[in-house]
Every structure is written in C-alpha cells, then in structure tokens.
C-alpha cells in the first residue's frame, strides 16, 4: 500500500487564524482527503511555530507565561480547525519535546558535516519578519513587508554553510523538474540561485526562548531554523527511527508562495548537509486576497474564516476557497461573490437536484429504486468520464479543475432531468422507462457526492446517506465507489433543502460594497441603450442599474445583516443646496432634463429623469438637494456632476424635495 505524508507551514500564534491561514489549510485537506478516498495511506501534519520573539512578546503582552500562552492559542488554532472540518493526523508544537529532540539531532548532524562556523553578524534584523535583514533589502531603511524600521544587532552568531550548497541545489532543480510546483515558482528559486547564496546566521544570542544549541547553550536555534525542522521531527527524527523510516520523505511540503525561499533552499541545503532525503515534492499556493489586499496579521485587514463557516456551515466556504481559486495563484474573496457561488453551485444546482430527486422518488416510487432494470442511459458515459478527469486535475493538485469536474456531473444530471421529464413518463404510465431515469440520476448524484467528498465532507455524507449510502465515509474508495452501479437497490430520503437559497445578503459587514448610486432622479431612461460597466472610458462612472446588478449587490454600503449602516458610512455622501438656474430637455428623451445648478462654490451640470413630471421653466430658481460627490455619469452623452434627490413612488411620478425657506445654495444636508 503506498503512502503519502503531506504537510502544511506552521503558524505563528500570535494572532487567531485568519482567511489566508484556512485557505492552506483547507486546500491540503482536500489532498490528504483525496489521497486517503484514494486508498493511499496518508499522514497529514499541521502545527503552531511557537518560538517567535513575537509570541514571546505577545505573552508578556498578556502578563502570561509564554508556554502558557502557547497552550491557549493552541486551543484556538485545533477549535478553528475543527470547525473548519480540517482532518489532520498530528499536530505538531514547536515547543514538544519531541520537537526540541529533532531539532538537537538536526543541527548536531549539520555541526559534524563541518557546515557550521562561529561570526559576528552586525546588521538590521526585523522582528515581524524574524529575518535578518540585507540593507540592499530595505527601503527607506524600513521593512519591505512591515514598513518598521528593523533593530539594529552585533551579536556573535553561528552561521551554516549554505553557500556550499548552490550547486547541489541547482541540480536537485534539474533532476527533479516537479520539486518546486507551480512552475512560476520555480523559475524564481532558480534565478534566485543563479545569483549565488550567503551562508546564514542559525541562532540568536542570549536568548532564552527557542531550542539551546546542543554545543552553546547561551543561544537558541533562530526561529525560523528551528520551525523547518518539525517537518522531521512530527514523524519521529532524532527520536524514533522507525516512525521516521515509515515517513520521510514527505512527499509533499504546502506552502505559501512567500516562504518558498525558505522551504526550497535553506531546508534542502539542510537536510543534504544532515543526509537525509529531501521531500519529493512542494507546492507554493497564492495569496487569497479580500478587497485586493494580502491576508496579514501585521497589516490587520483579517477576515475570521469563521464568519463564513458559523454562517453557512464549513462546505460553502471550502468549495468557495477550492473551486474559484485556480490552486497555485492569487484568488480573491468577497462575500457578495460567495453568495452568489453559494446560489449558484449550492442552493440552485447541487442542493435543488439532491431534494427534487428525492420528491420524485418519494412520488414516483415511493422513494424506493429497485436494483437498476436495464441498461444505463448516458449519464454513465458522463461519469466516467468525470471520474477521469478529476482523478487526473487531483494527482496533479488542480483542486480547483476537480471540483469543476464533478460539478460537471451535477449539471449533466440536471439537464438529464429537463431532457427525460419523469414527471411526463410517470403520466403516460412508461414505468420501467421512469425507474431507469431515476436509478440512473441517483447515481449520478451518489457519484458526484464522492468525488466531491473530499471538498465537502460533511454535506457530502449527508447527500450519499439521502441516496441511500449510509456507509461510514472513510471507508469509501474511489476505485470501487466512483463506478457506476446500477446493481443495488435504493432507498432515498427526503430531508430540508441542504443550502437554502440566499435571498437577502446574509453578510455584508465585513466588506464595504463598491460605492452604488442610489437610483431615484438619474435612473437611466428606458430610451437610452445600456451603459456597458467598467470598460466605458468614464470608468468609475456609477454605471450600476437595477438591471446589470443581481439582487445580492444591493445592499446599501457596508450594511449590518439587519440592513443598517454606520454614521460613517452615511456622512460619506456630500448632501448639499443647489439652486436651478438653468433647465432644458434633452433631445431624444423622454425623461431627461438637463440643468445648470449652484453649489455655492461653483455651478454645475446635472441631469435629471424628471421630464414627465416637470415643465423645465417651473424648475429655474427652485433648490434641491444634491448627492454633490457622485462619481460624473454620462447621461445621452451630457456628463451629470451628482444627483438631484427626489421621492419616487410606487407608480407615481417623481417629486422634487423641497425647502419651505430655501437655505443659501451649498448648505449641507445632513
Ligand atoms: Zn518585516
């Protein structure tokens, strides 16, 4: 049998989880998933790198003992994770002991190679980082990532020989093309070793938090040294030879993209100077970004994955994060695109399919199947081969090509249903016809819910148990349950929808909507041909209409779940005064009216959709209200500079608001 021992990076603690952190571990969730519905043997292995002068600081923070502190983010960490249906086998803290004994016996191998001398270091080192940091790197004399100046330090160092490597490396990347994937990133480690390598400092003097040097014990193993290492110490090195024998190599390290160096040059040149294999294989992710900026605990612009998954169960998010992010490149995450995925793969295709199979069952036949009676139609064709093609997208981590290849199956079951119309065979009384179509898209359903198991373990369970599978789901195999089978009975359960239709925005708090207009005065006339969004050269002009906009981008900006906004988000929108002084029709249409306006500080041109309510010679002299910071529009190609207020009732024209004693023009309104 063979096996696959498959890690993910350690985290810092000293800050909760966040989106980005869940999006690495989710994703290799999915691959230990596979892997083990695969009938691989699988060993998965997350932790908590705890030796950071960060959560050492962090606890002190805290008035806390900083192991102590590390047991209780360690809590947090195994609650995230659990809630987020992450099936790790070990979890690994940097502070065990069985960790400190890998790392002795590492640097111990390292020392006897002769890779390791005694220096001074004299130069910046940036804390958030836990780097040193190369002047060259710095700009402004600041932190690239952090933007803090770094501390200065002179301290006498062990350094390894890490420049003795170069070569070595360059042809470990050679031999083995697949070592480093996606190939983008491995273009970068080569280039980066092209430029040739500076040994590097391996510990921090007289510091007391971390693992002591096994030969100086007045300094600890620098941080990120040390955290490396529990990639061999979580199977047994320095420890438990046999248990290290079962394991290493891993055969697959994943990553985040910016840590690529770390895991690709220093930890090979590692293990070459220990003797010991190197991993076959790392894969670099991408950044999921939220509102265009990278996840970071320094940077504080955090979304707690829970969010998502206290709202809609972990599945929705997970299928989100898997199959809307090619694997191996920066995503994007907002929550109106996750509703709308929500609505689209779950509510209305997976979950809507499940439930309409069930009614017609339990209508049809009593929600019973007998073992198929004839020759399957061509949804088998389908599933082989979506079986193919997701097997191969997974052995090659395209997660995201698998899950659209099983939701593939999902759509052929869908139209297979419009095509066959069961609800028509069972009124012209074709009985065995009407049996055969059910049996065979229970299958398709029952098949699809394997494949997708490893992205949504638990609503798949839920989905095979209601096609009449209640095995235990770790006991499926891909080989055998990914087949086609018309061979058993079936008993299907009807149950409530799994992902009810989102038809009101559940979460729009954490992200500001994009700025919307306000339809009222400046709806676009029903003679005026569609303004196309983003690409017309007025870009930035509110070009949104009830029309392009589907119902869950609605909301105003940044509304609480009950629909309300902030102060702030209010007192954004410049109300002010406007005097008419001027107002005509627009030629060709039958609502616009175009009109000079004072703001006070300048005039203005507006146009208004009020033609079938106003004569334009009543409007000169009155004042309005005006949205005076509107983004310009471009209206029957008048540009209009804001937006005159108005009530606009149900079925009724519209009506101007109005002062009984006009305020100067310019006045705020507020
Ligand atoms: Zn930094």
């Not at 985040?256 to 040059?265: E, P």
């Not at 100077?273 to 612009?301: D, E, Y």
Request: proline share 8%; hydrophobic share 40%.
């Amino acid at each position: 049998m063979s096996r696959f021992y498959l890690t993910t990076a350690i985290d810092y603690v000293n800050s909760r989880p966040h989106l980005g952190t869940a999006y690495e571990k989710i994703t290799a969730d999915v691959i230990a998933r596979y892997k083990r519905l695969s009938g691989v043997r699988t060993h998965f292995v997350m932790g908590n790198d705890e030796h950071s002068q960060n959560v050492y600081r962090r606890a002190r923070e805290q008035g806390l003992e900083p192991l102590a502190y590390c047991d209780q983010m360690e809590r947090e960490f195994r609650d995230v994770w659990a809630r987020l249906n992450v099936s790790f086998d070990d979890f690994i803290r940097t502070t065990e002991d069985r960790h400190r004994a890998g790392v002795g016996a590492m640097v111990q191998r390292i020392a006897d190679r002769g890779d390791l001398y005694e220096a001074y270091y004299e130069g910046p080192y940036c804390v958030s980082c836990e780097a040193f940091k190369p002047e060259k790197d710095l700009v402004d004399g600041l932190c690239p990532v952090h933007g803090t100046k770094p501390d200065w330090i002179k301290e006498k160092n062990h350094f390894f020989r890490l420049s003795k490597y170069r070569d070595a490396l360059v042809e470990h990347f050679r031999v083995h093309p697949g070592f480093l994937q996606p190939d983008v990133r491995r273009n970068e480690i080569l280039r980066l070793l092209e430029g040739g390598l500076d040994d590097i400092s391996i510990s921090r003097a007289g510091q007391h938090w971390g693992v002591p040097l096994p030969f100086d014990p007045s300094s600890v193993v620098y941080v990120w040294f040390d955290a490396l290492i529990n990639y061999a110490s979580a199977v047994g090195f320095g420890r438990d030879d046999a248990a290290f024998a079962d394991w290493w190599p891993a055969d697959l390290h994943v990553i985040g993209k910016d840590i690529t160096r770390f895991h690709c040059v220093i930890w090979p040149a590692m293990l070459m100077s220990a003797g010991i294999p190197l991993p076959r294989q790392i894969f670099g992710h991408g950044f999921v970004t939220f509102k265009g900026q990278k996840m970071s605990k320094s940077l504080g612009t955090v979304l707690d994955p829970l969010d998502a998954a206290a709202r809609f169960g972990p599945d929705p998010l997970r299928l989100y994060l898997v199959k809307e992010i090619p694997y191996g490149q920066d995503g994007d995450f907002s929550w109106e695109r996750f509703e709308e995925r929500y609505n689209v793969d779950l509510a209305n295709n997976l979950g809507n399919l499940v439930n309409r199979l069930a009614a017609m069952t339990d209508r049809y036949r009593k929600g019973r199947l007998p073992a198929s009676p004839g020759a399957p139609g061509r949804l088998a064709t389908v599933a082989e081969d979506v079986v193919r093609r997701y097997r191969a997208a997974m052995e090659v981590f395209a997660l995201h090509e698998a899950a659209f290849a099983a939701f593939g199956l999902v759509d052929a079951a869908n139209e297979y249903i419009a095509e066959t119309e069961p609800w028509s065979l069972a009124k012209q009384g074709q009985h065995e016809r009407l049996t055969q179509v059910l049996s065979d898209v229970v299958e398709a359903v029952r098949i699809a819910a394997v494949l997708l198991l490893p992205v949504m373990p638990q609503s798949c369970a839920e989905i095979l148990r209601r096609m009449g599978d209640d095995r235990n789901t770790a006991d499926l195999r891909l080989d055998r349950d990914a087949a086609w089978s018309g061979s058993a009975e079936r008993v299907i359960t009807k149950g409530d929808p799994l992902w009810p239709r989102l038809e009101a925005p559940a979460a729009a708090t954490t992200e500001p909507a994009p700025q919307q207009e306000k339809q009222t005065m400046n709806d676009r006339p029903a003679d005026q041909p569609p303004t196309p969004g983003p690409a017309r050269p007025d870009a930035g002009a509110p070009a949104a209409s009830p029309v392009q906009t589907p119902p869950a981008a609605q909301p105003p900006a940044a509304a609480d779940a009950d629909g309300k906004i902030p102060i702030d988000d209010f007192v954004k929108i410049d109300l002010r005064v406007a005097r008419i002084l001027e107002a005509e029709k627009v030629k060709g249409s039958r609502k616009l009216i175009k009109m000079r306006v004072d703001v006070g500080t300048e005039t203005r041109t507006l146009v208004a959709g009020i033609a079938e309510a106003y004569e334009p010679e009543t409007l000169v002299g009155r004042s309005v209200v005006i949205v005076a910071n509107l983004k310009p529009a471009k209206l029957m190609g008048i540009e209009s500079n804001g937006m005159v207020l108005a009530a606009s009732p149900e079925g009724g024209l519209p009506a101007l608001l109005g002062f009984d004693n006009p305020p100067p023009p310019g006045s705020r309104v507020k």
